[in-house]
């Protein structure tokens, strides 16, 4: 004990007092209760399973599953909530969740029997049942949110035709259903929470059966907590922290900073590059999903010279996706070749096989043959969202190839506009091309078609009037390809079904309404240490399995 008795100079007060507190620290923290960490549950916790920070810059404009239908909010809802169907990571087929089945599917195609899930709660406590489920589907319909058209289009009915026994009734036959069925904001909320009504949402707040519950709903973050009574597998992981960063650089400081765990959405392609970088020398992780975002061109059939079909198919043969893919991506993308993404087993890239990439000698020809040289070029504007930086520099990228590779024959010329007038002036017909990015509302080859191509009111010589052509700026009208659209909806035989999608593509390549240019790509970044990052096939980054 010597120690104690050193020098007498004039620091050795403070000495002993800090050896003295020191000494006293450590018989507290020694004799103390080996479970109790001293942190509260919001803590970070660097070496257990503790509260999971996740860095973004989606800002949700909504909590309430009837009206939410951007990605930052639907991502939540898809957190907080639990389907009646959903995916296995890394896969397309749906699986039951609150149902405990696949759907029984009368002989004509258009009622579905589904059975429920018992003692299954929601974060109120109140009993889920086929009553509650039924109940949610009412209100998805009739408070008529962004994302109601969804079942409207296709539902009749839905009713509990026994305590946990759902039974829907559709106008028409859909074989899509289930994976509609498996759409996040398709989800049960409480009966006492909630009501029907239109427009009667509750934008702040979520009750529902999922593995978290939410706990706070701000400006800048939110959390959520464990709900204790879950039914199914607890998470890894103590609760989740959403921080929201105001711009991509902030995410990108942030996560090199260490201030967020996990990183997605949204950074520009040159700060994703970055981080890969960096990951490869071991700094965090850089996780690698593919997905199931498109981009397209679509060409206004209406607008001279689209209106020619081969001037059409001559922009279709001079894009080169691989200069779009290194100069515009840095890689973190693929090049498409059909409308359909290469994740469905229905995609056959039918653009590589008719056109190929960068092909220009056939443009040249094609517009040759069309009537157009050097001295009367084929003209055409391209679109885009100001807000976009990817499109953007897609644009400019397509006008330097056509400058550089059709010798003056055809000519791009690009123009930029603020979002909100980009989107509300798409159905008026007034721009020649436009590129667009499509975020699929459920994972089937429907759902990349028929909002596209679908045409209600039209004809050959006018183009699409009402219809999903006429919304998505092609205003492409033909017969066959409305039959075809009805065929694969009704077609319950996945086989044949798979043929008509393959004939559906091949129609697109020869009439070009479309271009399709990539397919996403998605990274998210983890600190070392993180383990259970991954993403569901419609772009959700799974909380539940996150953990340290």
Same mark, same amino acid.
């Given at each position: 004990m010597t120690w104690f008795s050193l020098s007498l100079k004039p620091w050795g007060g403070i000495t002993k007092f800090l050896c003295l507190?020191?000494?006293?620290?450590?018989?507290?923290?020694?004799?103390?209760?080996?479970?109790?960490?001293?942190?509260?549950?919001?803590?970070?916790?660097?070496?257990?399973?503790?509260?999971?920070?996740?860095?973004? +810059?989606? !800002?949700?404009?909504?909590?309430?599953? =009837?009206?939410?239908?951007? %990605? /930052?909010?639907? *991502?939540?809802?898809?957190?907080?909530?639990?389907?009646?169907?959903?995916?296995?990571?890394?896969?397309?087929?749906?699986?039951?969740?609150?149902?405990?089945?696949?759907?029984?599917?009368?002989?004509?195609?258009?009622?579905?029997?589904?059975?429920?899930?018992?003692?299954?709660?929601?974060?109120?406590?109140?009993?889920?049942?086929?009553?509650?489920?039924?109940?949610?589907?009412?209100?998805?319909?009739?408070?008529?949110?962004?994302?109601?058209?969804?079942?409207?289009?296709?539902?009749?009915?839905?009713?509990?035709?026994?305590?946990?026994?759902? +039974?829907? !009734?559709?106008?028409?036959?859909?074989? =899509?259903?289930?994976?509609? %069925? /498996?759409?996040? *904001?398709?989800?049960?909320?409480?009966?006492?929470?909630?009501?029907?009504?239109?427009?009667?949402?509750?934008?702040?707040?979520?009750?529902?059966?999922?593995?978290?519950?939410?706990?706070?709903?701000?400006?800048?973050?939110?959390?959520?907590?464990?709900?204790?009574?879950?039914?199914?597998?607890k998470p890894a992981n103590n609760g989740i922290k959403l921080q929201i960063l105001s711009s991509g650089v902030n995410l990108y400081n942030a996560f090199r900073k260490k201030s967020v765990d996990v990183a997605y959405l949204s950074m520009d392609p040159d700060q994703v590059r970055s981080l890969k970088d960096k990951a490869k020398n071991g700094d965090w992780q850089a996780i690698p999903t593919q997905g199931s975002v498109m981009s397209?061109?679509?060409?206004?059939?209406?607008?001279?010279?689209?209106?020619?079909?081969?001037?059409?198919?001559?922009?279709?043969?001079?894009?080169?996706?691989?200069?779009?893919?290194?100069?515009?991506?840095?890689?973190?993308?693929?090049?498409?070749?059909?409308?359909?993404?290469?994740?469905?087993?229905?995609?056959?890239?039918?653009?590589?096989k008719q056109y190929g990439d960068g092909n220009t000698e056939k443009a040249k020809q094609l517009l040759t043959s069309a009537g157009f040289s050097k001295s009367n070029p084929a003209k055409v504007e391209i679109w885009y969202p100001s807000s976009s930086p990817p499109r953007s520099l897609a644009a400019i990228v397509l006008k330097a190839l056509a400058k550089k590779t059709m010798d003056g024959i055809l000519q791009f010329e690009v123009v930029a506009v603020d979002s909100t007038t980009f989107f509300q002036q798409i159905p008026k017909g007034i721009y020649p091309a436009i590129l667009l990015d499509w975020y699929p509302d459920f994972l089937d080859a429907d759902n990349y078609i028929q909002p596209f191509l679908s045409c209600d009111k039209g004809s050959t010589a006018k183009g699409c009037l009402d219809g999903g052509s006429q919304s998505q700026g092609s205003f492409y009208y033909s017969d066959r390809m409305n039959k075809l659209i009805d065929q694969q909806r009704q077609e319950q035989n996945p086989e044949v079904r798979q043929k008509i999608f393959t004939e559906i593509q091949e129609l697109i390549a020869k009439d070009v309404p479309y271009v399709p240019l990539w397919q996403s790509k998605d990274f998210v970044f983890a600190q070392k240490g993180m383990a259970g990052v991954q993403l569901d096939p419609t772009q959700n980054l799974i909380y539940r399995a996150i953990k340290k």
């Open positions: 507190f020191c000494l006293c620290l450590l018989l507290i923290v020694s004799c103390g209760n080996p479970q109790q960490t001293g942190t509260s549950p919001s803590d970070v916790n660097t070496t257990g399973n503790g509260r999971i920070t996740v860095g973004t +810059t989606q !800002k949700p404009r909504t909590l309430d599953p =009837a009206d939410a239908y951007e %990605l /930052a909010s639907l *991502g939540l809802v898809y957190n907080m909530s639990d389907r009646l169907y959903t995916y296995e990571p890394g896969s397309t087929e749906i699986k039951p969740q609150l149902a405990t089945a696949l759907p029984q599917i009368s002989q004509d195609g258009l009622t579905y029997t589904i059975p429920l899930r018992q003692g299954v709660v929601f974060h109120d406590e109140t009993p889920f049942n086929a009553e509650a489920m039924a109940f949610s589907l009412k209100r998805f319909l009739q408070n008529k949110g962004k994302p109601s058209f969804l079942l409207a289009d296709v539902v009749e009915s839905a009713k509990a035709t026994g305590n946990y026994e759902l +039974t829907i !009734k559709l106008k028409k036959p859909f074989a =899509a259903f289930p994976s509609l %069925l /498996a759409f996040s *904001g398709v989800c049960p909320v409480s009966p006492k929470v909630y009501e029907i009504g239109e427009g009667k949402f509750k934008p702040n707040i979520f009750v529902g059966t999922g593995p978290y519950k939410l706990a706070n709903f701000g400006p800048d973050s939110v959390q959520f907590d464990v709900f204790e009574k879950y039914w199914g597998e397209y061109m679509a060409l206004n059939q209406n607008q001279k010279p689209l209106d020619n079909p081969v001037v059409r198919q001559a922009i279709a043969s001079m894009i080169d996706r691989s200069q779009i893919k290194e100069r515009v991506w840095y890689g973190q993308a693929d090049p498409a070749y059909s409308m359909i993404p290469t994740t469905l087993n229905v995609y056959k890239p039918v653009f590589q």
